[in-house]
Every structure is written in structure tokens, then in C-alpha cells.
């Protein structure tokens, strides 16, 4: 099976692994990989005119922050690993998110680390986790 892959990514080890893992079969099958960012935004919320405007001075400049902090070094960092890779970098709840990403992509199968720290953590998924078990439009691994 050949395809693209979309990967849950926030820069924590949990998501390196999942990236890791994801580009290695995608090497091995001839497919692609996303690597995808979403930041949490709620769009409900009343503002001013004046505190529309900052939001969207901040929402640029998050985005750069997050293409330059992260997105950019770990593309260097998996570059020349034997999988072509693309990335996203979008607004929103997070599983809805990856889930029109994979959808938008054509994604074959989606991948995210699983964040757990105690023995308890590691047993229960996050809610990301478990948003896209339950959603996700096609398989989704969530990597140890």
C-alpha cells in the first residue's frame, strides 16, 4: 500500500515517534508524508473591532512562530529520509482539523503520538487521541 500519510505533529517526543514511524513506511511503500500543526483557536468569542484586529496580528504571528520553531527544523532534521514530505499548518480543533486535512490530502492513514507520563496516562488516550479513533476518515495509529 502506497500513499500519503498525514501526521499529527506539536513537536513533542510522542509526535517525533509517530513521525518517525509514519516516514519510515512511507519510505518503504513509496508514499508521502504531511506533517501537520494545528493551533487551538476558538472561533467563539465576542470581540471588538480593535481586539479583532490584535487577534489577527497574533494569529500571523503564530503561524510564522510555528513554521520557523517547529515545522522547519524537523523538516530538515527528516528531509532526505526516503519519503517526500509536506507540511500544514492550520487553525482549529485539533481532530476536526486533522481530519479535514487527511480528507483534503487523499490520506491513506493518519499517525499521532501518544502522550502518556504515568503508568495511568499511559493507559488512557488523550482527547485528541480519542476524537480521532472515533472520527478519523481513515486508519489511525496512534504510536507507543
Not at 506539536?10 to 513506511?25: V, Y
Not at 519510505?27 to 508524508?33: L, R
Amino acid at each position: 500500500m502506497s500513499g500519503k500519510f498525514v501526521v499529527g505533529y506539536d513537536g513533542s517526543e510522542g509526535a517525533r515517534r509517530a513521525l518517525d514511524f509514519a516516514i519510515e513506511r512511507a519510505a518503504a511503500q513509496g508514499g508521502s508524508v504531511v506533517i501537520a500543526h494545528v493551533l487551538e483557536w476558538s472561533p467563539y468569542s465576542f470581540l471588538t473591532p480593535t481586539e479583532l484586529e490584535e487577534r489577527h496580528k497574533r494569529r500571523k504571528e503564530e503561524l510564522e512562530r510555528a513554521e520557523s520553531a517547529l515545522m522547519a527544523p524537523v523538516v530538515k532534521e527528516v528531509s532526505g529520509k526516503g519519503a517526500e514530505i509536506e507540511t500544514v499548518i492550520k487553525y482549529g480543533k485539533i481532530a476536526d482539523v486533522l481530519c479535514s486535512i487527511a480528507k483534503d490530502n487523499g490520506a491513506a492513514q493518519m499517525f499521532i503520538g501518544r502522550n502518556g507520563h504515568s503508568q495511568m496516562g499511559a493507559r488512557v488516550f488523550g482527547s485528541v487521541a480519542s476524537a480521532l479513533v472515533q472520527t478519523s476518515p481513515v486508519p489511525c495509529t496512534i504510536v507507543p
